[in-house]
């Protein structure tokens, strides 16, 4: 593929628009507020029945989760490396958008009582949509050269926050108005909405599928396959180890990680018990979040260009932190309402950035793109279930979500500190 085309660029952009509809919808938005309504209608309360054994509704659904990431922790270096191998990146990402498509689709005809169901397409759908994003982000350093790769970046997430409001409001309005578009109650409407994305995420996916390429190697997939995809891993954790600039980076990207997606996950729920947020407003405030990242992913990348990636980054870093600390005393829903602003500004920027800056850190002569980034997902997904797991455990320990929120500063603070010590100007991307 020619690298900077600006036909291929707006391909692979276009699917962030097609796959950014399960995070905000399936993930943040509707799903689990019908997940919870379900289940308690279905069992008379919270708690649930799981393959006969009793847990609490959203505990169960959190864990599914969890368990959904660390799968693909497992799973994608692997995957990648073979994908590697062999040169059929896309064809893996094919895979996964189809299984986590159709998942989602599935989720049409979960109703409460079938719980174990309803749970297994939850996990399908994000095995799905993390294991695509490995690959997806692989042909990131495919299309643009290194100086264009922040804006890129930013074109894709932006295209993502565009097009997940725009089908978030096309169902909102369908649930709210359910006997105008032909449904029978909100229930229907709201399990239609499940419907459209994964409708959504296989129909606009095809236009990456159609211009993205594959970059064949030759090498034939035998029985000995999997020993393949071990060794070409094996090749990139040299070539990592060898590389300081890589390895600090990862780091800082690890432990400010735990920081961003604990936020970006758990505002909402903040919200609702700090605040005093009902779901409308809660709703409202992600659509906020949306379409203020596409901003903030923008801006970043344009001081990126003019002040270097370590600069940007870090002056995020401090946002974050700062965002952090201030949510102790935030008790107005105004003042909250600009605060969720401000998260979408840096949301939007962390992710494009720390995206873009990965993909001109590796090798520009490797093939190995996709085993380079299953690091980066392993990285990413391992932050997750850390980060999520402290804000818990300060909570139960203290009682007060204040101080969760509080010490999610710490990891902004101590990723701005590793940043620091990360030497950019060896792949003069400063």
Same mark, same amino acid.
């Given at each position: 593929?020619?690298?900077?085309?600006?036909?291929?660029?707006?391909?692979?952009?276009?699917?962030?628009?097609?796959?950014?509809?399960?995070?905000?919808?399936?993930?943040?938005?509707?799903?689990?507020?019908?997940?919870?309504?379900?289940?308690?209608?279905?069992?008379?309360?919270?708690?649930?029945?799981?393959?006969?054994?009793?847990?609490?509704?959203?505990?169960?659904? +959190?864990? /599914?989760?969890? @368990?959904? !990431? *660390?799968?693909?922790?497992?799973?994608?270096?692997?995957? %990648?490396? #073979? $994908?590697? =191998?062999?040169?059929?990146?896309?064809?893996?990402?094919?895979?996964?958008?189809?299984?986590?498509?159709?998942?989602?689709?599935?989720?049409?005809?979960?109703?409460?009582?079938?719980?174990?169901?309803?749970?297994?397409?939850?996990?399908?759908?994000?095995?799905?949509?993390?294991?695509?994003?490995?690959?997806?982000?692989?042909?990131?350093?495919?299309?643009?050269?290194?100086?264009?790769?922040?804006?890129?970046?930013?074109?894709?997430?932006?295209?993502?926050?565009?097009?997940?409001?725009?089908?978030?409001?096309?169902?909102?309005?369908?649930?709210?108005?359910?006997?105008?578009?032909?449904?029978?109650?909100? +229930?229907? /409407?709201?399990? @239609?909405? !499940? *419907?459209?994305?994964?409708?959504?995420?296989?129909?606009? %996916?095809? #236009? $990456?599928? =159609?211009?993205?390429?594959?970059?064949?190697?030759?090498?034939?997939?035998?029985?000995?396959?999997?020993?393949?995809?071990?060794?070409?891993?094996?090749?990139?954790?040299?070539?990592?180890?060898?590389?300081?600039?890589?390895?600090?980076?990862?780091?800082?990207?690890?432990?400010?990680?735990?920081?961003?997606?604990?936020?970006?996950?758990?505002?909402?729920?903040?919200?609702?018990?700090?605040?005093?947020?009902?779901?409308?407003?809660?709703?409202?405030?992600?659509?906020?979040?949306?379409?203020?990242?596409?901003?903030?992913?923008?801006?970043?990348?344009?001081?990126?260009?003019?002040?270097?990636?370590?600069?940007?980054?870090?002056?995020?870093?401090?946002?974050?932190?700062?965002?952090?600390?201030?949510?102790?005393?935030?008790?107005?829903?105004?003042?909250?309402?600009?605060?969720?602003?401000?998260?979408?500004?840096?949301?939007?920027?962390?992710?494009?950035?720390?995206?873009?800056?990965?993909?001109?850190?590796?090798?520009?002569?490797?093939?190995?793109?996709?085993?380079?980034?299953?690091?980066?997902?392993?990285?990413?997904?391992?932050?997750?279930?850390?980060?999520?797991?402290?804000?818990?455990?300060?909570?139960?320990?203290?009682?007060?979500?204040?101080?969760?929120?509080?010490?999610?500063?710490?990891?902004?603070?101590?990723?701005?500190?590793?940043?620091?010590?990360?030497?950019?100007?060896?792949?003069?991307?400063?």
């Amino acid at each position: 593929m020619e690298k900077n085309n600006k036909r291929t660029i707006n391909a692979w952009a276009s699917y962030d628009w097609s796959n950014s509809v399960y995070n905000l919808i399936i993930t943040t938005a509707i799903f689990p507020i019908y997940y919870s309504a379900a289940t308690k209608d279905a069992f008379g309360g919270e708690i649930v029945q799981f393959f006969g054994l009793t847990v609490k509704n959203t505990v169960l659904y +959190t864990y /599914a989760i969890s @368990f959904s !990431f *660390l799968i693909i922790v497992f799973l994608s270096p692997v995957l %990648s490396g #073979i $994908a590697d =191998y062999a040169g059929i990146k896309k064809r893996f990402m094919k895979g996964f958008t189809y299984i986590g498509a159709t998942a989602c689709i599935g989720l049409y005809f979960f109703t409460g009582e079938n719980i174990e169901y309803g749970i297994a397409c939850s996990v399908i759908a994000s095995i799905g949509f993390a294991g695509s994003l490995v690959f997806y982000n692989a042909f990131l350093p495919e299309v643009a050269t290194t100086d264009r790769m922040d804006h890129v970046s930013a074109k894709g997430f932006a295209m993502g926050y565009i097009g997940s409001v725009i089908l978030l409001i096309v169902n909102l309005a369908i649930i709210l108005n359910p006997e105008l578009f032909g449904f029978t109650g909100k +229930t229907n /409407a709201t399990k @239609f909405g !499940f *419907l459209l994305v994964g409708l959504w995420w296989l129909g606009f %996916s095809q #236009i $990456a599928f =159609y211009y993205l390429k594959d970059l064949p190697t030759g090498n034939r997939i035998t029985s000995k396959v999997l020993n393949k995809g071990i060794i070409e891993l094996k090749k990139v954790f040299f070539t990592l180890s060898q590389k300081l600039v890589m390895k600090r980076f990862l780091l800082a990207f690890f432990i400010f990680s735990m920081g961003v997606h604990t936020v970006m996950l758990l505002a909402p729920l903040f919200a609702e018990s700090e605040i005093g947020f009902g779901a409308s407003e809660m709703i409202l405030l992600v659509i906020i979040l949306q379409i203020l990242a596409v901003a903030g992913a923008y801006f970043f990348a344009f001081l990126s260009r003019i002040k270097g990636n370590k600069f940007a980054i870090g002056s995020i870093l401090v946002i974050w932190a700062v965002i952090c600390i201030i949510s102790y005393v935030l008790h107005e829903k105004i003042s909250f309402y600009i605060m969720g602003g401000i998260i979408g500004i840096v949301m939007g920027a962390i992710q494009s950035l720390s995206r873009s800056t990965y993909s001109k850190l590796i090798p520009t002569n490797t093939l190995d793109t996709a085993s380079f980034f299953s690091f980066y997902d392993i990285t990413e997904k391992l932050a997750i279930v850390i980060g999520t797991f402290a804000y818990a455990y300060i909570e139960q320990v203290t009682g007060n979500m204040r101080y969760s929120m509080v010490s999610m500063a710490i990891f902004f603070i101590v990723g701005f500190i590793i940043l620091q010590t990360v030497n950019f100007a060896k792949r003069s991307i400063n």
